[in-house]
């Protein structure tokens, strides 16, 4: 990828119905309600848990920009029609599997296509900026996020045994969906 053609801290990325910004001090509050919900808690195991304002803050002042300012990734907050909806980002992971998608959609503001349409752009962003391909997992139990990957134009590889760690100390597989240039 070459992203000397951008300038990272401040990419945005727009869709017909979405804009993929930087995170903003004022999103802070959003995150946090977001955060509570039980699915967001059980499929995202790098969040905290309890997930408090104070790991809201941290996340759309410090974290989020830091990985852009460092060139590690671009997360972005999901807004529609000027609200907060959800959360995503390509994360530049070394290695020959390309960027590594993500998302979540806040509890209010699912089943609308958001994280598709969220995810499509995402990847036609990172293959715009010539990445040859790019990736996505999603947990073998969490068929709403495969939903997802499939509707944003990924195909399912394979599975990736006992890749994922639980809180409770457990493992399981993740399936691991890409998008090449030609998809
Ligand atoms: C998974 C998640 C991102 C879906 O967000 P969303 O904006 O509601 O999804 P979309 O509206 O874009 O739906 C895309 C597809 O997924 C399907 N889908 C969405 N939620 C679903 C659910 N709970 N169960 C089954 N299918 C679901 C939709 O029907 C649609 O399918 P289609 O292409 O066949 O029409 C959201 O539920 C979420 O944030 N979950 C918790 C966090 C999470 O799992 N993140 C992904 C980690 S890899």
Redesign the pocket.
Known sequence: MDLSLIDLPSEVVRTERLVLRPYRPEDADDVHR?CQ?D??Q???TAIDVPYTAESARAWVEDIAPGERLEHRGMPVAIEADGEF??AGGVHFVPGRLGPEI??????W???????????HALGGWALGLGAPRVH????VR???????????GFRQEGVVRSSLGYRDGTRGD?ALFSRLPAD
């Open positions: 977001a919900d699915e967001i059980r499929w995202i909806v959800g993500g998302y979540w959609i806040a509890p503001a699912r089943r609308k296509g958001y994280a598709a349409e969220a995810a996505l997992y999603a947990d969490n068929e709403a996020s495969q939903a997802v990957a499939r509707r944003a993740a």
